[in-house]
């Protein structure tokens, strides 16, 4: 029998317990960010100090675990000095790589620090391998997490025309949009994921129980009414629910989480070198939970064995998957 | 994580006799452990930043009385009231009492009950996220919090608590003590 390609399991870590949550889980990589608004998931509470994020680096490297860590927002006009020093403390502390999106960034850490590690995020939403190749050239990026736009026939092609790593989302949290390309929370509450780090800030979400339902708003907009007993979506407004014309519901999609994991072989074969699993804003327990079960998805799929999928649902949201883009169909 | 039987709901006979039950034992207890909390758990507090000055009001749905949580790390309060005499507050966090419970203790992912709709959240909901974040991140075990309140007797006491904890966790089906998460993992 030929040897199955080894697939890196990339797990997502909040808060330093997380991490060991991951780690202790079997993650192979745990993807981090500082407390600010250098990374996309800049919500209250969450991430690391600068202390937390060294010793963080030691446990999982004591374990033989890597830490990458994502700093994937684009750096505001006068404030680039935020994202240029945490690439150098993420270097200082040893960090296995950095997640980065900006030109600029990329562009200083690859002159300033050559001997770290560059990945592409798929906020830079290089989805076409010229744009890969240009990112691989110019800054020597190494590996490229693509968006979760592409079919697994358009990633394979793109694996054959590039020499450097792909990363795909295998669970988690879904974006209608190309990421990176997104303005749809900046419409509603003046901040967005890809400047400020928080898709739907908290800061400008209500949840109110009216009549029986539980209604969300958003920057004072309403964009959900969900009746009791039925699933509550997350507050962003490509989950939320309109009238266009004559037609009343789920506008831009629907509120439905990723699961791949019965796409594990074809992603594979396709060339990908890691899987990603999303959700750095959820618990401890979450990241435990998911992790485990990737991890065994990936032994099973390297011993021949059949692969378990659908385990996860009711962690999800809306409490239904779908294999995304992967497997496009009409409808 | 996935979980499969239903959030026990404590039993309404129970409910009703807490009713005319007096509250004062509870509440003394919740009083001292909000002081031996912030003692214990101090980057609890810089997680929470500015959101320490909120008021919370911690609401197990199937209980008669609420906890309302001040988390100031200069002055901090848990006070258990009846639950109409709550007064002001900046976010609520309502469900069962095992639901609660078990987010403390890392049973169950606050987001997942917020889809299933087992956890209802009001009013500043940055506030409940920073809460939920610097709690999750602490790893808190209450039995062993209880312990803590004994003094210098903590060290003797933890260890038969988290065994009393778990004992009636897996009794109940609720996660009383950390990593006896009962039916849920």
């Known amino acids: 029998m030929t040897a199955r390609p080894g697939l890196e399991l990339v797990c997502p870590a909040g808060t330093p317990a997380a991490l060991r949550g991951a780690v202790e889980a079997g993650a192979h990589a745990i993807y981090c960010g500082f407390n600010d608004e250098t990374n996309a998931r800049n919500f209250p509470g969450l991430n690391f100090s600068r202390d937390e994020m060294a010793e963080a680096i030691k446990f999982a490297h004591g374990r033989g675990a890597k830490v990458l860590v994502a700093l994937n927002t684009f750096p505001r006009a006068g404030a680039f ?25 990329l562009e200083d850490s690859a002159r300033r620090h050559p001997d770290l590690r560059l990945h592409l995020s798929v906020q830079a939403a290089a989805a076409n391998a010229d744009t890969i ?17 592409l079919t697994v026939q358009e990633i394979a092609a793109i694996n054959r025309e590039i020499d450097v790593e792909t990363e795909v989302f295998i669970f988690g949290g879904l974006c209608v949009m190309t990421e990176g390309r997104c303005s749809l929370s900046s419409y509603a509450t003046g901040k967005s994921p ?31 009414r969900v009746a009791a007993g039925q699933p509550a979506p997350y507050p962003t407004l490509c989950k939320g629910v309109f009238e266009a014309g004559d037609y009343k519901g789920y506008v831009f999609e629907d509120p439905v989480s990723l699961d791949a994991a019965a796409l594990i072989p074809q992603l594979a074969e396709a060339g990908v070198a890691a899987l990603k699993i999303e959700g750095r804003q959820r618990s ?15 032994d099973d799929y390297a011993a021949g064995r059949p692969i378990a999928a659908g385990e996860l649902r009711a962690l999800t949201e809306g409490q239904q998957t779908t294999s995304g883009a992967y497997r496009k169909t009409w409808r | 994580m996935s979980r499969e039987t239903p959030i026990p709901i404590f039993p309404a006979a129970g409910a009703a006799a807490l009713r005319h ?100 959240i009001e009013g500043d909901t940055e506030a409940v996220l920073a809460l939920r974040n610097a709690i999750d991140n602490e790893e808190i075990d209450l039995a062993r919090e ?40």
Request: a positive charge; glycine letters at 10%.
């Open chain 2, 146 to 185: 209880a312990s803590a309140l004994l003094g210098p007797l903590e060290t003797i006491a933890t260890g038969p608590a988290r065994r009393l904890a778990g004992a009636l966790g897996r009794w109940t089906g609720v996660a009383l003590t950390r990593g006896e998460n009962g039916p849920l993992t």
């Open chain 2, 21 to 120: 039950l007096p509250l004062w034992p509870l509440a003394l207890a919740a009083g001292r452990l909000a002081p031996s909390l912030v003692r214990r758990h101090e980057k609890m507090f810089a997680r929470l930043g500015e959101q320490a000055e909120k008021t919370f009001l911690i609401d197990p749905a199937d209980l008669p009385f609420v906890f309302v949580l001040s988390p100031r790390p200069d002055r901090p309060r848990l006070d258990t009231v009846r639950r109409e005499a709550a007064g002001h507050w900046d976010a609520r966090v309502a469900g069962p009492l095992a639901a609660l419970i078990g987010l403390v203790h890392g049973a169950y992912d606050g987001d997942a009950l917020f889809f299933s709709r087992d956890l209802v």
């Open chain 1, 81 to 105: 000095w935020r994202w240029s020093k945490a690439v150098d403390d993420c270097a200082r502390f040893g960090a296995d790589a950095v997640i980065l999106a900006d030109l600029g960034l």
């Open chain 1, 194 to 224: 890809n400047m400020n780090g928080a898709c739907s800030p908290a800061s400008h979400v209500e949840y109110r129980e009216e009549g029986g339902y539980l209604m969300s708003r958003l920057g004072g907009f309403a964009i959900h």
């Open chain 1, 133 to 149: 190749n240009f990112y691989a050239r110019a800054f020597g990026v190494k590996r490229v997490v693509l968006p979760r736009v």
């Open chain 1, 284 to 298: 401890r327990a979450y990241t435990e939970a998911v992790v485990r079960n990737f991890r065994r998805a990936l």
